[in-house]
Nanobody, 122 residues
Framework: QVQLVESGGGLVQFGGSLRLSCTAS????????MSWYRQPPGKNRELVAV????????NYLDAVKGRFSISRDNAKNTVYLQMNSLESEDTAVYYC???????????????WGQGTQVTVSS
């Protein structure tokens, strides 16, 4: 069965960096685009970044462009989210999600990780 396991969250100071990881199993990883979402306290979940199956195309939420970078290692079945210059507005639970195809513009799937908390302190 499809499994997605996130790690790397934690408490970081304003302006700091974190790298999140999501390790997948149960499907051919390179056949699917992958994405990161986040859900700030009291708000809806929002799409943060997407990467195509082969890793050549990406897309980002405007609020994180230039600060966050999504990448993947298909040999390790892992997708990453490098987060730099973190701000208090980045505080959220971060989730990875498998898209429905290899294309970065494909829709989300029902497959989610358990989430990892990122807290940015001022």
């Amino acid at each position: 069965q499809v499994q997605l396991v996130e790690s790397g969250g934690g408490l970081v100071q304003f302006g700091g960096s974190l790298r999140l990881s999501c390790t997948a199993s149960g499907f051919i990883f390179s056949d699917y685009a992958m994405s990161w979402y986040r859900q700030p306290p009291g708000k809806n979940r929002e799409l943060v970044a997407v990467i195509s199956g082969v890793g050549d195309k990406t897309n980002y939420l405007d609020a994180v462009k230039g600060r966050f970078s999504i990448s993947r290692d298909n040999a390790k079945n892992t997708v990453y989210l490098q987060m730099n210059s973190l701000e208090s507005e980045d505080t959220a639970v971060y989730y990875c999600n498998r898209r429905n195809s290899e294309n970065y513009y494909s829709r989300s799937s029902p497959y989610w990780g358990q989430g990892t908390q990122v807290t940015v302190s001022s």
